[in-house]
Nanobody, 114 residues
Framework: QVQLVESGGGLVQPGGSLRLSCVAS????????MGWYRQAPGKQRELVAQ???????NYADSVKGRFTISRDNAKNTAFLQMNSLKPEDTAVYYC????????WGQGTQVTVSS
């Protein structure tokens, strides 16, 4: 059974940092492009960052220079380092393995508020 489990979310003040983790079981992440998505209340889910099997990364304009996606294939884990957080970053964050279709985690809540 494939599972992706996100962790690391929470409540943080504006300007703060969080590091999200996505641990996979039942699949080998090395074979997949990985993505982090987020969904704020009343909004559509949007792509935040992607990292290819080879380590190439791209980011949504809204997070460029603040967020960094990475992966540790030996630990079957993907990460999203989030710095200089803003209230508009508040959302449920999801990781995804694969492109079309793919596998999704259950999400972790990130709330940026003073």
């Amino acid at each position: 059974q494939v599972q992706l489990v996100e962790s690391g979310g929470g409540l943080v003040q504006p300007g703060g940092s969080l590091r999200l983790s996505c641990v996979a079981s039942g699949i080998t992440l090395w074979f997949y492009n990985m993505g982090w998505y987020r969904q704020a209340p009343g909004k559509q889910r949007e792509l935040v960052a992607q990292i290819t099997r080879g380590g190439g990364a791209n980011y949504a304009d809204s997070v460029k220079g603040r967020f960094t996606i990475s992966r540790d294939n030996a630990k079957n884990t993907a990460f999203l380092q989030m710095n200089s957080l803003k209230p508009e970053d508040t959302a449920v964050y999801y990781c995804k393995a694969g492109d079309n279709g793919g596998y999704w985690g259950q999400g972790t809540q990130v709330t940026v508020s003073s």
